[in-house]
């Protein structure tokens, strides 16, 4: 953000102990392309990638039974007691005020979160739009874990996302053979 202010304002900065993210988003920012471009191969990435893993993102809404694209899905921790090794879902066992568990809903023992082993997450709400324009959210059921399995074998989310900043990448190095040059956009929050 140093960096950006510094061109924005036409300073020069020194910057150091940069982070591949932060090079990564600097560079986003300042440079140039043109919108029209940007745009179009957004919505053409997003078309195809949608046409070929969208249904995994869908989900069917308790309301009315429609199928329709999820929102997000909510994860939660999962630990197993010591004592019993009984997992539990940590989502599942917090009280009314999102307040920690207090006991072993199996065996009673205290729930000591340092001393529980802690279990790989998992999902177990899913929000959706619902019918009336407000968010609703409903309680995985196992057609949703199954997509969420399937997403994680097939891993082609990565594979549509590294086409995209591939193209990104394209467009930058035709924009710099085109003579276009480093700049800050600021009329449309474009990157
Ligand atoms: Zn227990």
Not at 5 to 19: E, H
Not at 105 to 132: D, E, H, K, M, Y
């Amino acid at each position: 953000m140093t960096g950006l202010a510094a061109v924005t304002l036409q300073r020069f900065a020194k910057l150091g102990d940069i982070s591949v993210l932060g090079k990564h988003i600097a560079e986003g920012y300042l440079t140039d392309v043109s919108e029209d471009v940007l745009i179009k191969h957004a919505a053409d990435v997003t078309a195809r990638a949608k046409a070929a893993i969208g249904t995994m993102y869908e989900t069917r809404r308790t309301s009315d039974d429609a199928f329709v694209e999820m929102v997000r899905t909510v994860w939660s921790f999962q630990y197993r007691c010591p004592a019993c090794e009984k997992e539990v879902v940590y989502y599942e066992h917090l009280d009314d005020r999102e307040k920690s568990p207090e006991t072993c809903s199996s065996c009673g023992i205290a729930f000591v979160r340092r001393a529980w082993s802690r279990l790989p997450g998992v999902p177990v709400q899913v929000i959706v739009n619902g019918t009336s324009g407000r968010q609703q959210e409903q309680t995985v059921t196992e057609d949703d874990r199954a997509r969420i399995a399937q997403a994680t074998i097939l891993d082609v989310v990565g594979e549509y996302v590294s086409e995209y900043v591939f193209r990104l990448a394209r467009m930058k190095t035709a924009d710099v053979a085109s003579g276009g040059r480093p700049m800050v956009r600021t009329g449309h929050g474009l990157t």
